[in-house]
Structure formats: C-alpha cells, structure tokens
C-alpha cells in the first residue's frame, strides 16, 4: 500500500440503491467471527483466521479512537459484513445491486450496511499484502460514516483519518511526502476532493492526507477530533466545527502546515518524532543514490579516457592493413635482437610495431 498501493474507497449511495447488501451469491458460505460477519468461498476460509484480531481489537481501537459504540443501533449496526473475494472482477457479484465501485477501485467500504468488500489479489494479479491494514483502513470509513450520521466531510480528513487508524507511519509516504515538500510540488488539500488518475498522483495525496491528519492529531489528539465531530452531530458544517475545534480555519492550518513542511529547514520535521527513522534512511538512500550516480559517471568520463589512445591505435593498425604501402611505414628494420620490426611515423613520431 501507500504505503497504500491499494485503491480504498467509501461509496456514499444514492438512493436509487438497493434497500441492502443483497442476498449471499452463490458459493459463497457465511463464516461468523467475533465483531465480523464473513460472506467467503470456501477455498478462501483461512483469511477469517488472518483477519479476527482486526474484527476485534483493530476494530475497537478505531471506533474507540472516534469515540463511537460499535454496537449502537443506527447506520452501521455490528457485525461488521467482509465479503471476500478472489479477484477484483469479482466485486460485481457481491456488492449491493445498483452500487458496483469504480473500475479503478480496490477495497470499498459501503458504510450504510457496514459492509466490506474485500479482494484477496489486486488488479495485476499480485497478491495483496497486509490484508489486516486494508480492511483496518475501510472499518475506519465505516466509523467515522457512523460518527457522523450521513454528514460529509472532506475527502482529505476521512481518507487521513483511516490512513492513520490503520498504518499509522510510512517509509513510502515520508519520502514521497518529502520529495514534494523539497520540489514545491504539494497539492492544495481543497484539490484532493477528487481520486487523481495517475498513481503518483494518487499516492503524493494520501500522504499529504495523512500527514496533515496527523499534524492535527498532534496539535489536540483525538480529542479534538472528536470534539469536532460533535460540532458536525449539533449542525455544524466541518469548516464550522474545525474552527470550534482547533481555533483556526482549514486554511490557516494548512498554511501553518506547509510552512512546517517547506519553510526553511522546516522538511526536516518529516525526521523528528515516530517517523525519524524512517525520515533518516529515506534521506539516506536519496543521498546514497545521487553519490553512486556520480561516481558513475565520473568512472565513465575516466574510461573514455584511457580508451581514446587505445582506439586511436587500433585504427591506425587497420588502416595499415587497409591500405597499400605507406612511405611513412619502413619494414624490416632490425631491432635490437636481430629480429625485423615495423615501424610507423604518426604526426612526426616514429613507433614500432611489435
């Protein structure tokens, strides 16, 4: 993933929707879990093993953290409904009529029936790894849909938000992130409403997501988070309920974020805290690779170099077995062993051939 190389997606339905998820599709089998409800192909089964402790403990700490009971009725009542399939052609047979994802999409989240839609390889026929993360980043979709009972947020904060419930730190997003702070290439926030179409672009928005979800969370925790969210249950807007929240527009924090992210040395900041690892050996390949290419092509400036007289040589050699008898060529000179060397003059110099 983006480490999220898989494509998650909430689908917020219309009404011209089905009234449910559907009926169980043939050769599928019910698998029932602690906290999940497995709709899964036999010959699939042991992903229910891999994934209980995600329907228990993963699920409880994203509920908790958005301070949401996982077993109050309303839009997403428990369990949570993971239909698991093979490949990701097959999503068409599970998901709820009328509500097939994008051709694009991978993992999708239907936070209305609080079901997941989960495929085992991605489009390229790669299995996909961390399974557990995937369905932690669509079970926090479905908490915060519940949270805010049907109100719309940006996509930046719920995308950030599950990216942090369920990853947390990235080598892959820290250097990427890091990369557009260094060449002024961040996209405003406003921007990431819609998907990108290319996967750097894709990739480049859930970092940025993330990390100004995680800039807030360290300027007032969950807490705030939370707080922000019951402004938006009261009637507020989320512009509304951010100013109440943090004391400051979206705007003024992102402006504050990106001076932290690109004013001065304030990149740097990407190294500090439970990223400083990370933050140091993405630097360090960075550095390790502009060195190797350098040396690289001073080795291959110094091997032109030494071949140059080498060429030069050899063509003259050619040239000698080329051409007819040369004036400046003088055969059957005796060396000093009795024996006949060849000589040749090049630009007033005589050389012997040996």
């Given amino acids: 993933m983006i480490r999220l190389a898989v494509l998650a ?7 011209s929707v089905s009234a449910g998820p559907g009926p169980i599709p043939e050769g599928f089998q019910v698998v029932e879990s602690e906290g999940c409800r497995f709709v899964i192909r036999p010959a699939n089964s042991r992903v229910v093993r891999e994934l209980a402790a995600t329907c228990t403990d993963g ?12 077993d109050s009725s309303g839009m997403s009542p428990a369990p949570i409904e993971i239909r698991i399939v093979s490949e990701p052609a097959e999503m068409a047979l599970v998901v709820p009529k009328g509500a097939a994802p994008p051709a694009w999409s991978h993992a999708v989240a239907y936070p209305e029936w609080g079901m997941v839609v989960l495929p085992l390889r991605h489009r390229d026929g790669r299995p996909v790894e961390d399974l557990d993360i995937v369905l932690e980043h669509e079970i926090s979709h479905l908490a ?5 009972e049907d109100r719309p947020v940006p996509r930046w904060f719920s995308e950030g938000i599950a990216v942090i419930q369920s990853e947390g730190t990235s080598l892959n997003r820290s250097s990427v992130l890091w990369w557009a702070a260094f060449t002024d290439s961040l996209t405003p926030l ?9 996967h750097t672009a894709v990739t480049l928005a859930y970092a940025q997501a993330a990390d100004f979800v995680g800039y807030l969370l360290r ?3 969950w807490f705030n988070v939370r707080v922000l969210l019951r402004y938006m249950k009261r009637g507020s807007t989320f512009e509304e309920a951010f100013e109440d929240a943090y004391g400051r527009s979206v705007p003024q924090m992102e402006k504050r974020w990106r001076k932290r992210l690109t004013g001065g040395w304030g990149w740097l900041s990407l190294l500090t805290g439970a990223g400083a690892i990370w933050g140091a050996i993405t630097l360090l390949f960075i550095l ?24 030069r040589l050899i063509g003259v050699i050619e040239d000698l077995e ?8 003088r055969k059957n000179l005796t060396g000093s062993g009795g024996a006949k060397d060849t000589v040749v003059e090049i630009d007033g110099k005589i050389h012997t051939l040996h």
């Fill in 9 to 15: 997606l909430t689908l917020l339905l219309p009404s």
């Fill in 59 to 70: 699920a409880d700490r994203i509920f908790a953290q958005l301070d949401v009971a996982r």
């Fill in 144 to 148: 915060l849909r519940r949270a805010l």
């Fill in 190 to 198: 406003r921007d990431i409403e819609r998907y990108p179409e290319s």
């Fill in 219 to 221: 300027e007032g925790g």
């Fill in 288 to 311: 390790a690779y502009i060195s190797t290419r350098r040396r690289q092509r001073q080795r291959l400036a110094q091997m032109e170099e030494e071949e140059e007289p080498i060429e």
């Fill in 322 to 329: 080329e051409r007819a008898p040369d004036p400046r060529i």
